[in-house]
């Protein structure tokens, strides 16, 4: 059954909460090189793409819900900062934060029509299935770029290995036929190198 507009705002501000302030705990308790998935760029971006599959209330409302999603999350990561290892609470309004929110907007409208397409037919549900797989093979790239990187943890490998799995795996569980998998894949590898270079122009 479709979910009703009241049940899709609330979840979106829930889950939004949930995603920062869960995401934090994690990092803090997971140990790594699981812990990188709560601080993960990729791993946000799909929790706004499974909130627009999820929401199946048009492309509009799950662009929107899935942009609230990140927006609340990134406080509420800070908040749980705060809470867990007594970092300061003002970074919450911060501009680093801010930017954040700015970043969580445009990725959350990305995501959460991916998510919508990803429901639907022909083109837009190829490339909806394709996004979750080429968000995590992009961050296996910037991951693949930091290994001999004195600066970073040894054992980016890892953080490779394990996302290219989840990558492969999101293709697997999303797409409805052998073919969509395939015609993802293939989307997915161009997808994945136009947000790598993006991130590389934003200094990522």
């Keep these: 059954m479709r979910p ?6 609330l979840t979106a501000v ?14 803090k308790w997971v140990p790594y090189p ?3 998935l709560g601080n993960s760029t ?7 793409f499974a909130f627009g599959y ?4 048009g492309w509009v409302r799950s662009a929107v819900g899935a942009a609230v999603l990140l927006v609340v999350a990134v406080p509420s990561y800070y908040l749980a900062a ?3 290892q007594g970092d300061d ?15 969580g907007v445009l990725a959350g409208v990305v995501f959460g029509i991916g998510g919508d397409w990803a429901r639907g037919a022909g083109w837009r549900q190829v490339l909806g299935t394709a996004l979750p797989a080429a968000v995590f093979f992009e961050e296996a790239a910037r991951f693949a770029r930091r290994a001999n990187d004195p600066s970073y943890p040894s054992g980016s490998a890892w953080n490779v290995a394990i996302d290219v799995t989840l990558g492969l795996l999101a293709v697997v569980l ?3 036929s052998n073919r969509q998998r395939a015609l993802a894949l293939a989307v997915a590898l161009p997808l994945a190198m136009v947000i790598f270079v993006g991130f590389a122009l934003a200094g990522g």
Excluded at 14 to 27: K, N, R, S
Excluded at 54 to 57: E, G, N, T
């Design 34 to 36: 699981f812990a990188e």
């Design 42 to 48: 990729a791993t946000w971006a799909v929790g706004a």
């Design 89 to 103: 609470l003002a970074v919450v309004w911060a501009s680093t934060s801010l930017l954040w929110m700015v970043f």
């Design 4 to 9: 009703g507009p009241r049940t899709v705002a």
């Design 82 to 84: 705060t809470l867990m």
């Design 54 to 57: 999820w929401a199946r209330s």
């Design 14 to 27: 829930v889950g939004g909460f949930l995603l920062g302030f869960l995401g934090f705990a994690w990092i």
């Design 174 to 176: 999303i797409g409805r």
